[in-house]
Nanobody, 125 residues
């Protein structure tokens, strides 16, 4: 089973940028699709962005569209989340996830097979 390891979180000021990485720790990133989710204290885990592994097609939640960019590096078996113009409401633990059922990504966290441990992003005003 693919094991995912996130990195790149931290504490920043509003308007700053961060880039999160999610690497497959064993073997090839064989999943058909991957996604980033986030969970703020007291809130449910929510979809942020998704990417299909073969074509690199991406999709975003309306709350981050135009500010966040999801990408992949097949050679490194890694996906990224570039986050620009961060806002305090972006503060959350960010998780990457992968799924092998088909080649699409979904906003339903329950459709994903593997999850990373999460990385904290804190944005202060």
């Amino acid at each position: 089973q693919v094991q995912l390891v996130e990195s790149g979180g931290g504490s920043v000021q509003a308007g700053d940028s961060l880039r999160l990485s999610c690497a497959a720790s064993e073997g090839t990133f064989t999943s058909y699709a991957a996604a980033w989710f986030r969970q703020a204290p007291g809130k449910e885990r929510e979809f942020v962005a998704g990417i299909t592994w073969t074509s690199g097609f991406t999709g975003y939640a309306n709350t981050v569209k135009g500010r966040f960019t999801c990408s992949k590096d097949s050679a490194k078996n890694t996906i990224y989340l570039q986050m620009n113009n961060l806002k305090p409401e972006d503060t959350a633990v960010y998780y990457c996830a992968s799924r092998t059922s088909d080649r699409a990504f979904y906003s339903d966290a329950g459709t994903y097979d593997a999850w990373g441990q999460g990385t904290q992003v804190t944005v202060s005003s």
